[in-house]
């Protein structure tokens, strides 16, 4: 049988009255809403609760699952340590998982476990879950940092897993939505957060799911959302099915939205493979985009490929633009995959004889030897958006007075230690964050003086 039902909730701290000593009067439309869902959560007595938290381990390329035959909890960190939890992991259904993963080469299991207590994203769920129901195992899976449509693969591969067993379960997404609702709220404010909130919600009080991986990341991280990976997951776990949606409250009285929503499958429906249909769309419109990129990018592609696909250096074409022949410079190749940087390197200052091969030479690398990330893989090639910066000559500049972050890049410098950010890159809007991510890359301390050049580049998509 497909999942029962899913639940997407919010997992404030301050809604449990140990902890919150009266704040918790201030969100309680969020508690009646809250006490609804788990009412409704009891009613279809779940073998299995599986519960997606952002406070559980998480990994920038892998998916957490929680070892073990269970784990205990409290709420001592919020000063409310006579709130306990222990729980029974349903160790089956998550080795059925883990082989499927495995079997798939999908990036989840057991790995890496750091902290074996209970998280307060997975406990606030389960607070108002076990007042009404103490039957059932949980099943807790913690986020990554891969790409959202990743997130969905993880909740079909759920799905899957849970179906093909018979379990009887619920899916619990936790997650709070925008916490930059408010001015004076503890985040303060910025216009992405309810724009960010209303998106959400509207979508999934359609059940549009696939709305869902539509959201830019740098839009997402402006609005400071918590819980969007998690929601997408559950999306997942939904895929192919006619559902049934109910928003039953949204506050954000504290500066931070919360929106607890239901869903119920009511039954296959082949026009909700929500993943397939926007990997298709992503598919044709990156044809079209490559096929209408420059020279540049297209000899930068073409690297990519014969390095992915046959680990072979591309000789440098015959048919190229003079410039790219001729010309000696500094280039950064960046390739994204739906929406995120997936590898990025560059030369500050020419290295090889002329611009072709350094455009050559930094794709490969970009594709392959980028430490934050692993190799690309044949699979991703078609999914992947490729630009080429072509650098200026660096220049010294007295003062950040000088700098434009959206016009020039900029290059930070302190003896031996050097680090470069390239211009009008999304999700870096000051002057300020230009030059504090500089000095990150180069291991320059706040303290540290620093040199300060800037540059110019030509962008080519």
């Known amino acids: 049988m497909p999942v029962q039902a899913a639940f997407m909730v919010p997992h404030p701290p301050l809604i449990v009255p140990e902890i919150g000593r009266g704040g918790e009067e201030e969100i309680r439309e969020t508690t009646a809403a809250y006490e609804q869902a788990a009412r409704e959560i009891a009613a279809l007595k779940p073998e299995t609760i599986i519960i997606t938290s952002p406070h559980s381990l998480m990994y920038a390329d892998y998916f957490h699952i929680s070892p073990g035959d269970g784990a205990k909890g409290s709420f001592r960190q919020f000063r ?34 750091k902290d ?9 769920p389960l607070w108002f879950i076990r007042k ?36 009887n379960a ?101 026009n909700r493979h929500f993943l397939k249909n926007w990997l298709e769309k992503q598919e044709k419109e990156l044809e079209k985009r490559a096929a209408g990129s420059d020279a540049y990018v297209k000899l930068a592609r073409a690297a990519v490929e014969s390095w992915v696909r046959n680990r072979k250096v591309l000789p440098v074409p015959k048919d190229l633009p ?14 994204h995959e739906n929406g995120q940087l997936r590898g990025c390197i560059g030369t500050i200052g020419p290295v ?45 500049v007295d003062s950040p007075d000088q700098l434009d972050v959206k016009r020039y890049g900029v290059i930070v410098s302190h003896g031996r230690k050097r680090g470069l950010l390239l211009p009008d890159l999304d999700g870096v809007d000051t002057v300020e964050e230009q030059i504090r991510i500089a000095r990150r890359k180069a291991g320059i301390r706040d303290h540290e003086d620093c040199k300060l050049e800037r540059f110019e580049v030509v962008r080519h998509f």
Not at 326 to 332: I, L
């Open 80 to 113: 409310a340590g006579q709130v306990r939890f222990s729980e029974q992991y349903d160790v089956p259904l998550r080795e059925a998982i883990c082989r499927l993963a495995e079997a798939e080469d999908f990036p989840a299991g057991t790995l890496g476990e």
């Open 116 to 124: 074996p207590e209970l998280d307060h994203g997975t406990m606030v």
């Open 132 to 167: 009404h129901y103490t039957g059932g195992k949980i099943l807790r899976i913690g986020l990554s940092g891969l790409p959202l449509s990743e997130h969905y693969r993880l909740g079909q591969l759920i799905a899957r897993v849970v179906e093909e067993t018979g379990r």
């Open 170 to 270: 619920v899916f619990v997404a936790s997650g709070d939505l925008s916490h930059k609702l408010k001015p004076d709220g503890p985040y303060g404010f910025a216009p992405e957060g309810p724009k960010y909130d209303g998106r959400l919600l509207d979508a999934c009080g359609r059940a549009a799911f696939g709305e869902l991986l539509d959201f830019d990341e740098t839009f997402c991280e402006k609005a400071a959302e918590c819980g969007h990976r998690s929601f997408v997951i559950m999306a997942g776990a939904l895929d192919g099915l006619r559902v049934k949606a109910n928003v039953l409250s949204h506050q954000d009285v504290t500066g931070v939205g919360y929106g607890i929503c239901t869903f119920y499958p009511e039954g296959k429906d082949e």
């Open 322 to 335: 003079a410039e790219l022949l001729t010309r000696r410079a500094g280039a950064f190749v960046s390739i």
């Open 352 to 396: 090889e004889e002329n611009l072709a091969k350094e455009i050559i030479q930094n794709a490969v690398s970009a594709s392959s030897r980028d430490p934050r990330f692993s190799p690309i893989t044949e699979k991703e090639l078609k999914y992947l958006e490729i630009s080429v910066d072509v650098l200026g000559e660096a220049e010294p």
